[in-house]
C-alpha cells in the first residue's frame, strides 16, 4: 500500500496553513505547473479575484513557506519544495480538494468565521472595558 498523507493529515494541513479557498487554489495551482513562474496578474485571473487580493494571497502563502518569490523577481511566485514528503502532503490535499471540494471548502469557511467570531468577541470586551 502507498504511503500517502491520512485524510486527517490533510485536514490539519488546511486548518492549519491555509486561510482561504483562495490560498488553497493558489497554492494548487502553484503544486500543479510547478515548472511556471506565476506573476500576481497571472493568478489574479486564474483565481478571477482583484489584483491586490492575489498580491496578499501570494504574500502569505510565500510568508508561511509553501510558496518561494523567484530570486531577482520580486513580482514572481513559484511552488517551494522542501521534501518528497510534502509533495506526498500535497499530492493528496489536491486530491482530497478535487472529490471533496464541499466538505473542504466548509470546513476552510466554518474556521474564518469561528475566527471572525472570536475576533468580534475580544473587540465587545475591550470596548465595554473601556466604559
Known amino acids: ?3 500517502i498523507p491520512a485524510q486527517r493529515e ?3 494541513f488546511i486548518l492549519q496553513r491555509i486561510d482561504s479557498v483562495p490560498h488553497l487554489e493558489a497554492l494548487l495551482l502553484l503544486w500543479t505547473n510547478q515548472s511556471r513562474q506565476w506573476s500576481v496578474d497571472d493568478m ?7 489584483t491586490d487580493m492575489a498580491q496578499a494571497i501570494l504574500d502569505d502563502l510565500a510568508r508561511r513557506e ?3 518569490i523567484v ?3 520580486p513580482h514572481q511566485y513559484r511552488y517551494a519544495v522542501h521534501s518528497d514528503g510534502q509533495n506526498e502532503l500535497m499530492q493528496a490535499v489536491d ?3 478535487r472529490h471533496e471540494l464541499v466538505r473542504i471548502s466548509t ?3 466554518s474556521k474564518a468565521s469561528a475566527l471572525r467570531d472570536f475576533a468580534r468577541a475580544f473587540r465587545f470586551t475591550k470596548d465595554k472595558d473601556k466604559e
Open 1 to 3: 500500500m502507498e504511503d
Open 44 to 50: 489574479a485571473k486564474a483565481l478571477y479575484v482583484r
Open 71 to 73: 530570486p531577482n523577481q
Open 10 to 12: 490533510v485536514d490539519e
Open 66 to 68: 509553501l510558496i518561494s
Open 107 to 109: 470546513m476552510i469557511h
Open 95 to 97: 486530491r482530497t480538494y
